[in-house]
């Protein structure tokens, strides 16, 4: 391939060196027909996961629509698109209330807006939005990756974050799929230098999820280092990066300002998030889990999402020593402070890391040097581990997802 495994702090700098807009072969990245091997490979990968999970959920007497559009939190978003905010449910034990006001809006909005115009059903509805967005977002993990490198790299960067293990989360009525796909895209329009479109897409991750702020955080860091090299060659800064990194936060600030009001408190969101049992306590709870492993046992999900946790955090450090560029090293490092540090629902951290793609660039670009019987082989792996974990996380296990 003829170059190093990750970009260099120098190739950063090139990446980043100003010039008048994108070049035309940049403009021409993240065309949809040389994009379509790596999303005809996603889209099998996963609707094989969908036919496993749904025929199993038969098997044992479960409906399959019930179990991908209507468990844990996407029970909560169909309410919310049905009656809009208010539901208050306190928990039996009397130690935790749940405020369906800790669920951003844009994607109980999407379904409520399409159900009027489509009238097919709240959970269709759900699961059409999810399914299509986890689409655009292969396509855009797929762009980054191009971009970045080359189209082989693309394709298998699709392939890996298709098959994590909590990937079958992609196709449930959950706002991962829509969070990856706006941030995978405003990633590819920063790194293209398309600052306003990198704004608005991180404005509107910013309204699907509370982590959505990673994605606004990677449009600033590269907004700033573009400013910063512009300045350091002496030549004028460019409107449209501030605009841009200035809009991408608003979306997720405004989501915390309207709970506030409505919460008549400055800080009402995090409040509402306590009273679930969330709080951000620097890693203390993640790091007492892990002792509790070590030192007793738990069930498989427990030990599966210490492995995938840790892996992340392997990634991301393996990241950093090959010189990914900064904003992609800004959002994911968000990402995971935003997991590990946060108490409650150990087991859902690995579904707040899916949208960290970039991680897996490091063992994409080493599988495009590797010879095609490997990649087949640690493929059919990672499809077996995946599909028959994703089968069971949704209807055998009894965790949090």
């Known amino acids: ?38 999303l005809t490979l996603f889209a099998s990968v996963r609707l094989t996961g969908v036919i496993m999970a749904s025929l199993w959920a038969v098997h044992i007497g479960r409906h399959p629509r ?3 559009g209507l468990e844990w939190d996407g029970r909560w978003y169909w309410h919310i698109s049905r009656y809009g905010y208010g539901l208050i449910i306190h928990s039996k034990t009397g130690h935790s209330v749940y405020n369906d006001l800790a669920f951003f809006p844009l994607f109980p909005g999407l379904i409520r807006a ?36 080359n189209r082989r790299v693309g394709i298998i960067l699709v392939a890996l974050w298709a098959l994590l293990p909590h990937a079958i989360i992609l196709t449930m009525a959950y706002t991962e799929s829509l969070m990856s796909a706006f941030a995978a895209w405003s990633i590819y329009a920063m790194l293209s230098r398309r600052w306003m ?16 702020i990673a994605v606004a955080a990677a449009v600033a860091t590269g907004a700033g280092v573009h400013l910063w090299q512009l300045r350091r060659a002496g030549e004028p800064t460019v409107a449209r990066a501030w605009v841009a990194a200035a809009v991408a936060p608003l979306g997720w600030l405004g989501y915390i300002g309207w709970v506030g009001v409505r919460t008549h408190s400055l800080l009402g969101y995090f409040h509402v998030q306590s009273l679930w049992g969330s709080r951000f306590d620097f890693g203390h ?3 007492h889990v892990f ?52 108490t409650h629902f150990f087991t859902s951290k690995p579904r ?37 974990y994703g089968t069971y996380l949704l209807t055998l296990s009894h965790r949090a997802l």
Not at 197 to 212: E, Y
Not at 327 to 336: E, M
Not at 357 to 363: S, Y
């Open 1 to 38: 391939m003829g170059h190093s495994p990750m970009r260099t702090s120098d190739a950063l700098t090139r990446r980043f060196a100003p010039r008048l807009g994108p070049p035309p072969q940049l403009q021409r990245r993240g065309n949809l027909r040389k994009a379509l091997p790596a």
């Open 66 to 68: 019930r179990v991908l």
């Open 114 to 149: 399409v159900n009027t115009v489509l009238p097919v059903g709240s959970t269709n509805v759900a699961l059409l939005i999810a399914w299509s967005a986890a689409l655009a977002a292969a396509w855009g993990v797929y762009a980054v990756g191009e971009l970045l490198h």
């Open 197 to 212: 479109t990198a704004g608005t897409l991180a404005f509107l991750a910013g309204l699907c999820r509370p982590n959505g």
């Open 285 to 287: 709870y993640t790091a």
């Open 291 to 342: 002792k509790h492993l070590i030192v007793g046992h738990d069930t498989l999900v427990v030990y599966a999402t210490a492995a995938i946790v840790l892996g992340f955090l392997l990634l991301f450090l393996f990241c950093v020593l090959n010189g990914l560029p900064l904003p992609l090293l800004t959002y994911c490092g968000v990402l995971i402070v935003m997991a590990v540090g946060g």
């Open 352 to 388: 707040l890391l899916l949208p960290a793609f970039p991680l897996l660039l490091p063992l994409a670009l080493h599988l495009a040097r590797s010879r095609l019987r490997t990649i087949v082989v640690l493929f059919t792996a990672l499809a077996s581990v995946s599909l028959f």
